[in-house]
């Protein structure tokens, strides 16, 4: 596969993961602009969850129906005219729309983007074109916050969503140019119910945990929506297995590879998901940083994402999947519970040096087990995959925040007073015992499994074969 289209691709994503993000420290400006409290207006950062879960389910359905070019360079398209309705929004009820039609847009781009390499990859290339598309999920969430802090405290909030305007036009002319054309299937009719109670299963259960996590509503309403999303989870369970063709395929988890990739991924994200909470607020908090200060320092897990891309394939092809995940997860585990003990006295060369290594490890876990979930999907397979796995990205993520949330909760309610700095060392803590948690799922797979993608077994014959022979 051509280089430019990984890049083309990860742009995009960066372009969406990273104004996931980077609205976090705008919230204050943003609120008194349009009349509200920075609490009511984290309802924002819920609507793009919500839609993102919501419409997740249906983008491989439609890449198949209509081709997934077309539906990626669409989706771009609506995450334009999203940003642009960001910007010139003067209240509560439109910026809240203007979101949730920023995630529809968000909603799909990741999937697709990944349909798009799945199906135009040979296997052997798929690590490399994967380490390229993971950089924007490791790097948007990093640098959102102090872009966000810088644009908004120079210039003006409002360029926090144009921006997206000129990347998403330069994106939408060189996908047209670039992406290959991918043949359209022939899908069967989409699944409706299905649709609508994945939707309510997703989207009750993120809008939940965002609403525990971030509180702009009582918590009685977050732990109803969690509440409805687990009810309509099993009764999408029920439905799914009677179903010809589900909108969210639960046979793919008979394929042993998907299994371990999804389930391991999904708790490594849930750690993931935390960090990006805790480390600006304990910095902010603990150590007195201002956010742009704060931001600077977190950035530095960005640098370790993007070596990795470097180096995953000869990497892969040495260890295989399953050393690769299982070193990757428990040296992700042990940075992050070395967060738990920065203080202002240590000194920040220790700190950025910790969280580049940090950053590095997990780059090497998501590009190995983002690969390895395709490494035994058919090409039929894929689109179905492809939603499945990103909307179990969305879960954990906001699984994440909320747990770092309540760890926090939990330890102000025990010592009845503000958030402390020894809080934020348990939470991480607790945080780098549930990361260890996701070397589970592969200790058990084989060690060539996904070989066709690592060429792991290649280079054990070769190392295997005499000189000469």
Known sequence: MNRIVPLILA?????????????????????????????????????????LAIFIPLSGWMADRFGAKRIFRAAILVFIVGSVLCAISNSLIAFVLSRFLQGMGGAMMTPVARLVLVRGAPRSELVSAMALLTIPALVGPLAGPPLGGFITTYFSWHWIFLINVPVGIAGYVLSGIYLPEMERRNPPPVDILGFVLGGIAASGIVFGLSVISLPALPTAIGFASVSAGIAATFLYIVHARRHPAPVLD????????????????????????????????????????????????????????????????????????????????????????????????????????????????????????????????????????????????????????????????????????????????????????????????????????????????????????????
């Open 11 to 51: 742009i995009a994503l960066f372009m969406e993961q990273m104004d996931s993000t980077v609205i976090s420290t705008s919230l204050p400006a943003i609120a008194q602009d349009i009349g509200v409290g920075p609490i009511t207006l984290k309802l924002a950062l819920t609507s793009y969850m919500v839609a």
């Open 250 to 469: 639960l046979k793919l988890f008979t394929n042993s590879a998907f299994r371990a990739a999804t389930i391991g991924g999904t708790i490594f994200r849930i750690s993931v998901g935390a960090i990006p909470f805790l480390m600006p607020l304990m910095l902010q908090i603990g150590f007195g940083l201002n956010p742009f200060q704060s931001g600077l320092i977190t950035f530095v897990g960005a640098v370790g994402a993007i070596t990795t891309k470097f180096l995953a394939r000869r990497v892969l092809a040495f260890a295989g999947f399953r050393t690769t995940l299982i070193v990757a997860a428990v040296v992700g585990a042990l940075m992050t519970f070395a967060n738990g003990f920065f203080t202002p006295a240590t000194p920040y060369l220790v700190m950025i040096s910790i969280l580049l290594i940090a950053g590095f490890a997990r780059s090497f876990f998501f590009t190995s087990v983002n690969a390895l979930s395709f490494a035994d999907i058919d090409d039929a397979d894929a689109s179905k995959a492809t939603s499945m796995s990103a909307v179990m990205q969305q879960i954990s993520l906001a699984l994440g925040v909320a747990v770092a949330g309540a760890i926090l909760e939990i330890e102000t309610a025990i010592s009845g007073g503000p958030l402390s700095l020894e809080d934020f060392h348990i939470a991480f803590m607790v945080i780098a015992a549930a990361n260890l948690l996701a070397t589970l799922p592969f200790l058990t797979m084989a060690k060539n499994a996904g070989a066709s993608v690592s060429g792991h077994r290649l280079q054990m014959r070769e190392a295997e074969t005499p000189a000469g022979k």
